[in-house]
Every structure is written in C-alpha cells, then in structure tokens.
C-alpha cells in the first residue's frame, strides 16, 4: 500500500493538529452564504498566511461532498503531463484523506494520457494544501489528485469530457455528483496593479467559460497563472456536464487579492482568486 506524507506541513500551514484547527477554526467562516449547487470550484494554493482567507472563503461557501476530483498544476515538472498519484491515503495533521480509488481505476480506463504516477506530487504542495479544508469540512470525502501540465488544447478537452462523464455516471448511481477542485494561483511576482489587470481579464474568460480563450491568452500573453491547466480542465469538465443537465452554469468571483496585502509590498505580489462555478 503505497501513502502519501504531508510535506509542507510547517511551511505552508500549521504541522500541528491543535494549531492547525485553531487556524482553520478562523479561515472556514460561519457567516457566510453556503451554496447547495457548487459543481466547481478554483482555489489558491500559497501558504495560508497569504491565501488561505481566499481559499477559506471558497471553502466556507460550499458543501463537500463525498468525493472530490483536485486538479493541481505541477511546479516541479516531474512526471507525466496527466499524472494520477496512487497513493491510497494522504497524510494530513488533521489524520488520514482517503482516495477515491474506483473513480481513479475508471479515469485510467477512460483516458489512455492519464499514467499513475506518484513523482508529479513528490515535492508538489498545489494539491496537498487543499487537504485540511476538506478533511475539516467533510471527513469522509475521498480525493481524485490529478497533476497536469503543458497540456495540448484537445488533451485538456478530452480529460475534461471523460471527469464530466464519471461525475454523470457516479451522480445517476449514488445521487450526489462530485466536486471539481481547480488549484491555481494568480499572476506572480509583478505589481499589484499589472497583475490586478492581467488577472481581471484572465478571470473574464473564466466568467464566460471560454477555455480556448482562456489557453490561448494566457499563452500568447504570457501570463504567470500557474494553474492554466487546471482552470481550463475544469471549465471543460463543466460544459461538458452541463450539456446534459437543464441548468446554466455560472461562475462567481467570491474574492480577489494578493500577497501585498499581508507583506505591505505591492510592487512585486502573488495574486489569488477564489471562485465557484455552479450548475
């Protein structure tokens, strides 16, 4: 049995459990607005110091189901371009998170690019980081831990189209859909205005559900969205779920910021988004 070790426990949140708690205590609020359709949502990824108001945001605003799909970006470049990690269990200060290995043994019959591969998330923390919200939230939901990266227009498409139609079929067996994580941060390491109007357009795109517009402006622009690949994944998950569905998916932006807010240096910021796509 192959499990994964938290690795940025203590760098990225809290190692400890009691401390940890006391932080996700104040991150996941009570005061705000809990949405019963969420299909997907995109969430940051930094140290929590910095993001995890955001990422504490989006997941205060959602209901977790049992099963989570966790698209993450890769920042290392080790692995395979649609890596699936194996592991069973992923190690959390708050115990355990289960995979969900039915729905993983499917995703590899149904998509030939997907290779099971643990290197994608051996130093990776863009997935990890998005653990303890969900254990905190949901203890029992399962986790599908997708790494993408340098993904071809028509392979984002087609792995976009074969999550949407596990999430139909799980949804017709047990009648609950999962849950679609984007993991992604914003612009990175320019001013908090260039990044604040890069991002605004970026997150238009989003609005629209233009995943071809989203890749191509990105790439043609050069944008430093870590999470490309995650967000347009998603977007195509989204639009091909809806097409059976009669209700229109929208998207909302719930919170904008960025790392000078916490740092006092705007000239040089990660930006972060929180967002929730619902159908």
């Not at 269990?89 to 149904?110: M, Q």
């Not at 399962?142 to 990266?149: E, L, N, R, S």
């Amino acid at each position: 049995m192959v499990n994964r070790s938290a690795i940025v426990a203590g760098r990225f949140y809290p190692k400890g459990k009691d401390e940890l708690l006391k932080e996700l205590s104040a991150l996941v609020r009570k005061d705000v607005e809990v949405h019963n359709d969420v299909l997907a949502v995109i969430a940051p990824h930094a140290g929590y110091m910095y993001s995890g108001k955001t990422a504490g945001l989006v997941y205060s605003s959602i209901k977790i189901p049992n099963t989570a799909i966790i698209l993450s970006p890769n920042h290392t470049g080790l692995g395979y371009p649609i890596s699936i990690d194996p592991s069973e269990k992923w190690e959390t200060p708050l115990g355990w998170v289960e995979a969900d290995l039915e729905f993983i043994e499917k995703l590899k019959k149904e998509l030939k690019e997907v290779e099971l591969d643990t290197k994608a998330q051996q130093r990776e923390h863009a997935l990890e980081v998005q653990l303890p919200f969900i254990k905190y939230i949901n203890p029992t939901t399962k986790i599908v831990p997708i790494t993408v990266a340098g993904l071809p227009f028509p392979i984002i498409q087609k792995l976009g189209k074969s999550i949407a139609k596990l999430l139909l079929e799980q949804e017709a067996k047990t009648g609950v859909r999962p849950l679609i994580i984007a993991s992604s941060d914003m612009t990175h390491f320019e001013s908090a205005e260039a990044a604040k109007k890069k991002d605004m357009v970026a997150i238009d795109k989003i609005k629209e559900l233009d995943s071809l517009g989203f890749v191509s402006m990105i790439e043609e622009q050069n944008i430093s969205i870590c999470g490309l690949y995650t967000i347009s994944t998603v977007i195509e998950a989204v639009l091909e779920y809806t097409k059976h569905k009669a209700n229109k998916p929208k998207v909302e932006l719930l919170e904008y910021t960025n790392s000078g807010v916490v740092t006092g240096d705007l000239n040089e910021v990660v930006a972060y988004a929180g967002l929730l796509i619902t159908a």
